[in-house]
């Protein structure tokens, strides 16, 4: 790309700086504000629970664990998803910054290129995940723009950062290798068939996920193609169009996302290098490019993963253990459950995104509490008896929502057992028996209750409800009592037999 001239800085040199800057700002604040809402691929699960466990070996596992433990990310953040992504905040921030280095000629060429950058949602769509891609693109932008500077030192310092892009993405050989085949015409054919081959054995054993919608790899892919083919024919966007080209025809044959964060960013470097060179083709190449404005980066992702852990926390017994998929597990783990959830190992209950074997117990957006075997009939009907002879008692005060409950055997059988010892020596008055928010049509029973009244006095000064709370046993023990304005709620945990 063009550079400016020697000599002090001048105020039309620093306006492709001041543009970079405001435009890295733009990208990191579009991803920060994506970030908890983008889905999560399988890969980039399978990462973090690597990384929480400190199981991982790959150099993208030790890059995240390394910038982890250096930031003490995990002690910032409630969830391990968001404390990984940070790190795509900052290797997005490398990507800008490096995108301004390889343009920094005229300031017409670098506010495209991080308009671009800032309004393409696919791109931000591919920047946001942690994982290969975001961090290889950092590490090749940075090697380009260190490897083009011209100062010996810097030009070493690229050639690290290229071997640390290949490391991270192996997939990256071929375009290196095919940039050596440009500069060395008799080499071609022999460097083709390499690349060639490098790319057939790469794709045969490394694993490649293709989680962006078809959309947005269309985006993506046109823009990249419209930029690169008129930027052949100019000499100073060759050697990128080509670059950019090669890793187009690349992602078309792996028909995977791990090198469309560099794809994104080597389009925004050769379509600055057209712009500069006021062609035709730039008009057509701009709006090839600014078309992802309008294709907002996919979101509806359910980002609570502390409410799942906690209502675990506080609704089952201290013994019960979970199985949680890949991701999940780590943020269940980080969020205090600590042993009692497992990748795999039988459990009392299953927490699994969508549907699970068993009887479900709960319901938080897209992921389910599950047990694993079902409540036998007998339970039910057990319910059922004993719910009609309490309805029918005349010293329990009740609404009609509790007594068609109770008829029904939708109540606990340990909270039926409180009501039914008070109910036989007391008028006990109850104003409601019901689920918590994350059981609600479930078919659970209803293993919370809410008394207003024993004898007539107030719950908060009964000592009555006192005394017979205070005698209960496991397994009908309350887990919890709570005097509020309403009443005092009576909670039993979920357990078999419930």
Same mark, same amino acid.
């Given at each position: 790309?063009?550079?400016?001239?020697?000599?002090?800085?001048?105020?039309?040199?620093?306006?492709?700086?001041?543009?970079?800057?405001?435009?890295?700002?733009? !990208?990191?604040?579009?991803?920060?504000?994506?970030?908890?809402?983008?889905?999560?691929?399988?890969?980039?699960?399978?990462?973090?629970?690597?990384?929480?466990?400190?199981?991982?070996?790959?150099?993208?596992?030790?890059?995240?664990?390394?910038? =982890?433990?250096?930031?003490?990310?995990?002690?910032?953040?409630?969830?391990? %998803?968001?404390?990984? $992504?940070?790190?795509?905040?900052?290797?997005?921030?490398?990507?800008?910054?490096?995108?301004?280095?390889?343009?920094?000629?005229?300031?017409?060429?670098?506010?495209?290129?991080?308009?671009?950058?800032?309004?393409?949602?696919?791109?931000?769509?591919?920047?946001? /995940?942690?994982?290969?891609?975001?961090?290889?693109?950092?590490? @090749?932008?940075?090697?380009?723009?260190?490897?083009?500077?011209? $100062?010996?030192?810097?030009?070493?310092?690229?050639?690290?950062?290229?071997?640390?892009?290949?490391?991270?993405?192996?997939?990256?050989?071929? /375009?290196?290798?095919?940039?050596?085949?440009?500069?060395? /015409?008799?080499?071609?054919?022999? %460097? #083709? !068939?390499?690349?060639?081959?490098?790319?057939?054995? %790469?794709?045969? $054993?490394?694993?490649?996920?293709?989680?962006? /919608?078809? @959309?947005?790899?269309?985006?993506?892919?046109?823009?990249?193609f419209t930029v690169a083919v008129p930027a052949l024919w100019r000499r100073e966007t060759r050697l990128f169009a080509v670059l950019t080209l090669v890793v187009a025809v690349q992602c078309v044959w792996l028909r995977g996302d791990v090198l469309l964060p560099t794809?994104?960013?080597?389009?925004?470097?050769? %379509?600055?290098?057209?712009?500069?060179?006021?062609?035709?083709?730039?008009?057509?190449?701009?709006?090839?490019?600014?078309?992802?404005?309008?294709? =907002?980066?996919?979101?509806?992702?359910?980002? *609570?993963?502390?409410?799942?852990?906690?209502?675990?926390?506080? &609704?089952?017994?201290?013994?019960?253990?979970?199985?949680?998929?890949?991701?999940?597990?780590?943020?269940?783990?980080? #969020?205090?459950?600590?042993?009692?959830?497992?990748?795999?190992?039988?459990?009392?209950? *299953?927490?699994?995104?969508?549907?699970?074997?068993?009887?479900?117990?709960?319901?938080?957006?897209?992921?389910?509490?599950?047990?694993?075997?079902?409540?036998?009939?007998?339970?039910?009907?057990?319910?059922?008896?004993?719910?009609?002879?309490?309805?029918? &008692?005349?010293?329990?005060?009740?609404? *009609?929502?509790?007594?068609?409950?109770?008829?029904?055997?939708?109540?606990?059988?340990?909270?039926?057992?409180?009501?039914?010892? =008070?109910?036989?020596?007391?008028?006990?008055?109850? @104003?409601?028996?019901? !689920?918590?928010?994350?059981?609600?049509?479930?078919? @659970?029973?209803?293993?919370?209750?809410?008394?207003?009244?024993?004898?007539?006095?107030?719950?908060?000064?009964?000592?009555?409800?006192?005394?017979?709370?205070? #005698?209960?046993r496991p397994p009908y023990a309350p887990s919890s009592t709570r005097i509020t304005p309403t009443g005092a709620v009576v909670t039993w945990l979920v357990q078999e037999g419930s």
């Amino acid at each position: 790309m063009i550079r400016n001239g020697g000599g002090a800085p001048s105020v039309h040199g620093v306006i492709p700086w001041v543009l970079g800057g405001a435009g890295t700002i733009a !990208v990191v604040s579009r991803v920060v504000l994506v970030a908890p809402e983008l889905p999560s691929s399988g890969a980039e699960r399978q990462l973090i629970d690597s990384a929480f466990a400190g199981a991982g070996r790959t150099p993208v596992d030790l890059q995240l664990r390394g910038y =982890l433990w250096l930031t003490r990310g995990l002690d910032r953040y409630d969830s391990v %998803l968001l404390a990984a $992504r940070e790190l795509s905040i900052v290797a997005t921030i490398v990507v800008v910054l490096s995108v301004v280095a390889l343009v920094r000629a005229r300031p017409a060429a670098t506010g495209v290129a991080v308009a671009v950058l800032a309004c393409g949602g696919p791109i931000i769509a591919v920047l946001t /995940p942690i994982g290969p891609g975001v961090l290889a693109a950092a590490w @090749t932008t940075l090697a380009l723009a260190l490897l083009t500077s011209g $100062r010996q030192v810097l030009v070493a310092l690229g050639v690290v950062a290229a071997l640390f892009a290949v490391l991270t993405s192996p997939f990256l050989l071929v /375009p290196l290798v095919v940039l050596v085949a440009v500069r060395v /015409p008799y080499l071609a054919v022999v %460097l #083709a !068939v390499l690349a060639f081959a490098l790319q057939t054995l %790469l794709v045969a $054993r490394v694993p490649v996920e293709a989680e962006l /919608p078809l @959309t947005h790899r269309v985006v993506l892919l046109a823009t990249a193609f419209t930029v690169a083919v008129p930027a052949l024919w100019r000499r100073e966007t060759r050697l990128f169009a080509v670059l950019t080209l090669v890793v187009a025809v690349q992602c078309v044959w792996l028909r995977g996302d791990v090198l469309l964060p560099t794809l994104a960013a080597l389009s925004a470097v050769v %379509l600055a290098g057209l712009v500069e060179a006021l062609r035709p083709a730039a008009v057509l190449a701009a709006v090839a490019a600014v078309a992802g404005v309008v294709v =907002l980066p996919p979101g509806g992702r359910w980002h *609570d993963e502390p409410a799942v852990a906690a209502w675990l926390a506080e &609704n089952t017994p201290p013994e019960a253990t979970f199985t949680a998929p890949a991701g999940l597990w780590s943020e269940l783990a980080h #969020a205090g459950l600590g042993q009692r959830v497992r990748r795999d190992a039988p459990a009392t209950f *299953d927490v699994v995104a969508g549907t699970g074997p068993g009887t479900a117990v709960a319901r938080f957006g897209e992921y389910g509490v599950w047990r694993p075997d079902r409540p036998s009939t007998e339970d039910a009907l057990q319910r059922v008896d004993a719910g009609a002879q309490l309805a029918a &008692n005349p010293r329990l005060a009740i609404t *009609d929502d509790v007594r068609r409950a109770l008829r029904r055997g939708e109540v606990d059988l340990r909270a039926m057992t409180l009501l039914a010892g =008070l109910a036989g020596q007391h008028q006990v008055v109850v @104003t409601d028996a019901r !689920v918590t928010e994350p059981e609600r049509g479930l078919g @659970t029973p209803r293993r919370e209750l809410v008394l207003s009244a024993v004898d007539g006095h107030e719950v908060g000064s009964s000592r009555v409800l006192q005394t017979w709370l205070g #005698a209960q046993r496991p397994p009908y023990a309350p887990s919890s009592t709570r005097i509020t304005p309403t009443g005092a709620v009576v909670t039993w945990l979920v357990q078999e037999g419930s």
